[in-house]
Structure formats: C-alpha cells, structure tokens
Nanobody, 115 residues
Framework: QVQLVESGGGLVQPGGSLRLSCAASGIIFRFYVMGWYRQAPGKQRELVADITGGGSTNYADSVKGRFTISRDNAKNTVYLQMNSLKPEDTAVYYC?????????WGQGTQVTVSS
C-alpha cells in the first residue's frame, strides 16, 4: 500500500522560509518521479516542482529561484525548500509519486504566507 505523508507546513510571514518533507512507503522510491503540487482556494491544482530518481528537476516559473526540490533515496523522502515566500504561495501543498499516469497523492499540508 502506497503512503505519502507530508509535513512541515505552517504559517509564515512574507519573505520567510519553510521546508516541506514527504515520506514515502510502499514503493521502490528511486524508480518514481516525486513532485510537489499546490492548490489554492478556488484554483486548480498546479505543479510546483518535480524530481526524477536520478535528480533531474523541473520547476514552475512562479517558484524558480525561490524553491528547491531535493530527495534522499536512502530515506524515501522528498523535500521542498521554500524561500522568499509570498502571499500568493498560500495553498495546500501535496506530494505526488508517479512513474506514469496520475500516480499517488499525500493528504496535503497547509502553507499560509501572511503578515
């Protein structure tokens, strides 16, 4: 059974930083593309960043230069380091694991950027 458990969300002031983690179980982690998506109220879920098993990364234009995705294949964990946070980054952040198709989702973690 695939499980993805996110952690690290919270309330932060504009310009602040947060680090999200997603621990995976039930998969051969290194074979999976791991991604972070987010969904703000009233908006569609969108890709934030993803990373292949070999470490190739892809970012949404809106987060390039501010967010960094990384993974530790030994710990079955993917991270999202978020710096210079803006109010428009406020959303529920979801972890995704896939090889092909939609893959599997975590339960999400709330990130709120507000003064």
């Amino acid at each position: 059974q695939v499980q993805l458990v996110e952690s690290g969300g919270g309330l932060v002031q504009p310009g602040g930083s947060l680090r999200l983690s997603c621990a995976a179980s039930g998969i051969i982690f290194r074979f999976y593309v791991m991604g972070w998506y987010r969904q703000a109220p009233g908006k569609q879920r969108e890709l934030v960043a993803d990373i292949t098993g070999g470490g190739s990364t892809n970012y949404a234009d809106s987060v390039k230069g501010r967010f960094t995705i990384s993974r530790d294949n030994a710990k079955n964990t993917v991270y999202l380091q978020m710096n210079s946070l803006k109010p428009e980054d406020t959303a529920v952040y979801y972890c995704n694991a896939h090889i092909s198709g939609p893959g599997n989702w975590g339960q999400g973690t709330q990130v709120t950027v507000s003064s």
